[in-house]
C-alpha cells in the first residue's frame, strides 16, 4: 500500500511538472508568434545589417515558478530597447544630421574672399614703409647710437622688432637694409669729424669713447634686426649684420685714424699713467678686433694687453729682457717714481716728509 501511494504521489508530482512545463513553453512560443511592435515605437535602418533580426527578437523569460505560489502567467513584457537598438538609433540619429545639414553655399566662398581681401588691405607699400616703418626704426638707431653706457632709453623694443618683422615679411628687407647702412655711415661720418677737430691731448679719451659707444650700440641694433639677418643677410647676401657693422666702423672711423691714434699710444706707453691703463686697453683690444693686422705697427704695445702676440721667449734673449725692465725702471724713477718709496709703502711703513 504504502509502494502504491508513493507511486501514485510521485506521478501526480510529475504530472504537474509536466503541465507547468508544458505551460511556459507555450508561452514562450506565443510571445516569438506575437507580431513585431510597430514601425514608429523601433526605426529599422534602411539596409539592415547580417544578424540584425536575430539581435533584436526579444527576449522571455522562462518563470520557474510554479502555480502553488499563485502566480499567474501573462503575455511576455514588451521588449527593452538593448546596447545593438541604442547603437542603431545613434546611427539613424546622426544620418539625421546629417541630412539636415545644408550644402556649401555661395555665401561661403564669399566670405573667404572677404577674409582674403582683408588681409591684402594690410599690405605694407612702399610709402608705407617710407612714411610710417622706417621712420619708428630711425628714431630709435639714433637714440641707440648716442646713448651713453648706463642710460635709459625710452624706446620699445618690441614694437621696433614687430616693425623688422613686418617689413621683412612684406618682401622690404633690401630697402631696410640700404637704410640701415646709409643712417649708420652718416653717423660715423660725423664722428670722425669730431675726431679730426679734437686736440691730442684729448684724442686719446674721445676715440675710446666713440669706439665703446658705438660697440654697445651693436648690442641692441644687431637683435633688433636679427630677422632681417636671418632670412636677407644670410640668406641672399651671404654675410652677417654684426660683421658689416663693425666694417663700417673700421672703414669709415679707424682706418682714416690709425695713422694718428698710433703715435700718440705709443707715447702714452712711454709716459706712465698719461692715459689709464682701461682706456689703453680698450683701444688696443678694439683696434685688434677690428683689424688684426694692425699689430704689426706696435707688436709690443699689443703684447701688453693681448695674448701670445710676439714669439715665444728663448734663453738666448734673457739679457735683452732684463735689459728692457731696467730700462723701464730708470724711466719711472726719472718720473718721480722712487724705488725705495715704493717698496716702504708696500711694506705698511709711513714715509716721513720734511717740513
Not at 155 to 169: D, M, N, P, R
Not at 312 to 336: F, H, M, T
Amino acid at each position: 500500500m504504502e509502494e502504491s501511494m508513493e507511486e501514485e504521489e510521485g506521478g501526480s508530482y510529475e504530472a504537474m511538472m509536466d503541465d507547468q512545463n508544458h505551460n511556459n513553453w507555450e508561452a514562450a512560443v506565443d510571445g516569438f508568434r506575437q507580431p513585431p511592435p510597430p514601425p514608429s515605437s523601433i526605426p529599422v535602418p534602411s539596409r539592415e545589417p547580417p544578424g540584425g533580426q536575430l539581435l533584436a527578437v526579444p527576449a522571455v523569460s522562462v518563470d520557474r515558478k510554479g502555480p502553488k505560489e499563485g502566480l499567474q502567467l501573462g503575455p511576455p513584457p514588451p521588449p527593452e530597447a538593448n546596447g545593438v537598438i541604442m547603437m542603431l538609433k545613434s546611427c539613424d540619429a546622426a544620418a539625421a544630421v546629417a541630412k539636415a545639414v545644408p550644402a556649401p553655399t555661395p555665401s561661403s566662398t564669399i566670405n573667404i574672399n572677404t577674409s582674403t581681401s582683408k588681409f591684402l588691405m594690410n599690405v605694407i607699400t612702399i610709402e608705407d614703409y617710407k612714411s610710417t616703418y622706417w621712420p619708428k626704426l630711425d628714431g630709435a638707431i639714433d637714440q641707440l647710437l648716442t646713448q651713453s653706457p648706463g642710460d635709459y632709453i625710452p624706446i620699445s623694443y618690441e614694437q621696433i622688432y614687430s616693425c623688422v618683422y613686418k617689413c621683412v615679411c612684406q618682401q622690404h628687407s633690401e630697402q631696410m637694409y640700404s637704410d640701415l647702412i646709409k643712417k649708420i655711415t652718416n653717423h660715423l661720418e660725423r664722428v670722425s669729424k669730431e675726431l679730426q677737430a679734437s686736440p691730442p691731448d684729448l684724442y686719446i679719451e674721445r676715440f675710446n669713447i666713440a669706439l665703446g659707444q658705438y660697440m654697445g650700440a651693436l648690442q641692441s641694433i644687431v637683435p633688433l634686426f636679427i630677422y632681417m639677418n636671418k632670412f636677407y643677410i644670410e640668406t641672399k647676401l651671404n654675410r652677417d649684420l654684426k660683421d658689416d657693422l663693425i666694417k663700417l666702423f673700421t672703414e669709415h672711423v679707424a682706418e682714416k685714424h690709425i695713422y694718428s691714434l698710433m703715435p700718440l699710444l705709443l707715447e702714452a706707453q712711454s709716459t706712465p699713467f698719461q692715459v689709464t691703463p682701461s682706456t689703453m686697453a680698450n683701444i688696443v683690444k678694439g683696434l685688434y678686433t677690428l683689424r688684426p693686422e694692425w699689430v704689426q705697427m706696435a707688436p709690443t704695445l699689443f703684447s701688453k694687453f693681448i695674448p701670445n702676440i710676439l714669439p715665444p721667449a728663448v734663453e738666448s734673449e734673457l739679457s735683452e729682457y732684463a735689459a728692457q725692465d731696467q730700462k723701464l725702471q730708470r724711466e719711472l724713477i726719472q718720473n718721480g717714481f722712487m724705488r725705495g718709496d715704493q717698496s716702504r709703502k708696500r711694506a705698511g711703513d709711513e714715509l716721513a716728509y720734511s717740513k
